[in-house]
T-cell receptor
Framework: DGGITQSPKYLFRKEGQNVTLSCEQNLNHDAMYWYRQDPGQGLRLIYY???????QKGDIAEGYSVSREKKESFPLTVTSAQKNPTAFYLC????????????FGQGTRLTVV | EDKVVQSPLSLVVHEGDTVTLNCSYEVTNFRSLLWYKQEKKAPTFLFMLTSSGIEKKSGRLSSILDKKELFSILNITATQTGDSAVYLCAVRINTDKLIFGTGTRLQVFP
């Protein structure tokens, strides 16, 4: 089945550690996105990528890094520089042609312990 | 700065009521406006709007866009408890950036 897969579903990290969240899609979409969602809030854009080997900062990029070496994959690294990393992280992808909808993965809940 | 604002932030109604959710935006190079429903984890797509004045409809849900006044509304008629969710509005601009609002939390009680 086509879709977006995020892993892991739950992740625990000690303070001071970097951690990488995985996002893979087999929809042949060019554009991919990472969002952060805090309790009771909407989605805030961290990074997005329109094409392989290119990406742009969103509104809250500080403390995060991404790569886009393959069309199917857009991993997000939460670095120790991110002051408050505990949150729900959602990955999405969309077709650049037309105004296509974005499809979402099931999310990763990151908790810093 | 591009921004999307939704109102109200929260809404509590009884089954059978009709609700209207609002989404206003200020962005450069607008391409489309999208509505999503989020119940637990992944938001699910409801509508995409690109032209003013053309209503999109799916069952009890409908939505319309006003590109002159820069807003959209999502209507839900005869609400049911299964409509309880967070409704998210997003605007896509021509760099493919997709910006979400804060969401409206709808609670429908029997």
């Amino acid at each position: 089945d086509g879709g977006i897969t995020q892993s892991p579903k739950y992740l625990f990290r000690k303070e001071g550690q970097n951690v990488t969240l995985s996002c893979e899609q087999n929809l042949n979409h060019d554009a991919m996105y990472w969002y952060r969602q805090d309790p009771g809030q909407g989605l805030r854009l961290i990074y997005y990528s329109q094409i392989v080997n290119d990406f742009q900062k969103g509104d809250i990029a500080e403390g995060y890094s991404v790569s886009r070496e393959k069309k199917e994959s857009f991993p997000l690294t939460v670095t120790s520089a991110q002051k408050n990393p505990t949150a729900f992280y959602l990955c999405a992808s969309s077709n650049r042609r037309g105004n296509g909808e974005a499809f979402f993965g099931q999310g990763t809940r990151l908790t810093v312990v | 700065e591009d921004k999307v604002v939704q109102s109200p932030l929260s809404l509590v109604v009884h089954e059978g009521d009709t609700v209207t959710l609002n989404c206003s935006y200020e962005v450069t190079n607008f391409r489309s406006l999208l509505w999503y429903k989020q119940e637990k984890k992944a938001p699910t797509f409801l509508f995409m709007l690109t032209s003013s004045g053309i209503e999109k409809k799916s069952g009890r849900l409908s939505s319309i866009l006003d590109k002159k006044e820069l807003f959209s509304i999502l209507n839900i008629t005869a609400t049911q408890t299964g409509d309880s969710a967070v409704y998210l509005c997003a605007v896509r601009i021509n760099t493919d950036k997709l910006i979400f609002g804060t969401g409206t939390r709808l609670q429908v009680f029997p």
